[in-house]
């Protein structure tokens, strides 16, 4: 017997959580990127060095680093199928879900 199990993506979680479609990078690297300070987070972004786009509402240097939660729900969406296929590959297909 087969259930119904509703998927949400990752874009629609991180609207939920956040209410807003663009967040602060400060904000997601505290949230999903413990182990970068914001300080090397804002190099990178001024690198464009990121694994996912980063922007500013103005061009200023004041101006905070925001991420849209598309690109960013896409990213997570990649590295968990990444993790899913690594896990199919040493568990075997009856472990992944």
């Given at each position: 017997m087969?259930?119904?199990?509703?998927?949400?993506?990752?874009?629609?979680?991180?609207?939920?959580?956040?209410?807003?479609?663009?967040?602060?990078?400060?904000?997601?690297?505290?949230?999903?990127?413990?182990?970068?300070k914001?300080?090397?987070?804002?190099?990178?972004?001024?690198?464009?060095?990121?694994?996912?786009?980063?922007?500013k509402?103005e061009?200023?240097?004041?101006?905070?680093?925001?991420?849209?939660?598309?690109?960013?729900?896409?990213?997570?969406?990649?590295?968990?199928?990444?993790a899913?296929?690594?896990?199919?590959?040493?568990?075997?297909?009856?472990?992944?879900?």
């Open positions: 087969n259930t119904f199990v509703p998927q949400i993506n990752s874009f629609h979680a991180l609207l939920i959580r956040y209410g807003s479609p663009v967040v602060p990078l400060e904000t997601i690297v505290n949230d999903f990127f413990t182990h970068m914001i300080e090397d987070a804002n190099r990178r972004a001024n690198k464009l060095d990121l694994p996912f786009p980063v922007f509402s061009n200023t240097k004041k101006a905070k680093w925001m991420v849209n939660l598309v690109q960013l729900g896409a990213y997570l969406d990649q590295q968990s199928q990444i899913l296929q690594d896990h199919k590959a040493m568990n075997g297909e009856q472990y992944a879900h």
